[in-house]
């Protein structure tokens, strides 16, 4: 079966830290994988998408960056981090037309 | 005006009520309709999948889709306190290679004892 992990599951950091959030899938291959933000109390919010190894496609500009190194494998990083990069960070992946979720990591930048 | 509308809430109900959540949306290309529930500091998990229009049931949940209205609602029958949670819709146009979807802001659910 497939499954998706992600880590860690909270964070704090202070501001002008660098961030490295990490999302694993088993059960598949060449995924379409997706990196989301969720402030409180808001929706999600889409960060990047790859379709594939060295592929990321960027839909907002901002302070975070991301990277496919392997078939299963997404990053989500940051060289100086900001507090508005505070929220819940989702990885998820794509099944047909769907996505399913991860468990998320909760960031605060403090 | 965005592309999926979704009120909110918050939408309090006492338990055993029946719960209705709705979306609407504009882009008249979308086909694929989820919803999502999202426990409290839990990642969303795909409630309900449904394929162009009609209805599609499973136990206390019912997923139905008008297209010629852009509206899409989740009925929940005998609503349980263990349904508080928020309810994400989302939707796609099958979106070939990316396999983007579009949310709703969700509405948070509370069923009271």
């Known amino acids: 079966s497939q499954t998706i992990h992600q880590w860690p599951a909270t964070l704090v950091q202070p501001v002008g830290s660098p961030l490295s959030l990490e999302c694993t899938v088993e059960g598949t291959s060449n995924p379409n994988l997706y990196w989301y933000r969720q402030a409180a109390g808001r929706g999600l919010q889409l960060l990047f998408y790859s379709v594939g190894i060295g592929q990321i496609s960027s839909e907002v500009p901002q302070n975070l960056s991301a990277s496919r190194p392997q078939d299963r494998q997404f990053i989500l990083s940051s060289k100086k981090l900001l507090l508005s990069d505070s929220g819940f960070y989702l990885c998820a992946w794509r099944v047909v037309e769907t996505q399913y979720f991860g468990p998320g990591t909760r960031l605060l930048v403090l | 005006q965005k592309e999926v509308e979704q009120d909110p809430g918050p939408l309090s109900v006492p338990e055993g009520a029946i719960v209705s959540l709705n979306c609407t949306y504009s882009?008249?290309?979308?086909?694929?309709f989820m919803w999502y529930r999202q426990y409290s500091r839990k990642g969303p998990e795909l409630l309900m999948y449904t394929y162009s229009s009609g209805n599609k049931e499973d136990g206390r949940f019912t997923a139905q889709v008008d297209k010629s209205s852009k509206y899409i609602s989740l009925f929940i029958r005998d609503s349980q306190p263990s349904d508080s949670a928020t309810y994400l819709c989302?939707?796609?146009?099958?979106?070939?290679?990316?396999?983007?979807?579009?949310f709703g802001q969700g509405t948070t659910l509370q069923v009271k004892p």
């Open positions: 882009n008249s290309a979308f086909q694929y």
């Open positions: 989302a939707m796609s146009a099958g979106s070939g290679n990316t396999g983007k979807l579009i």
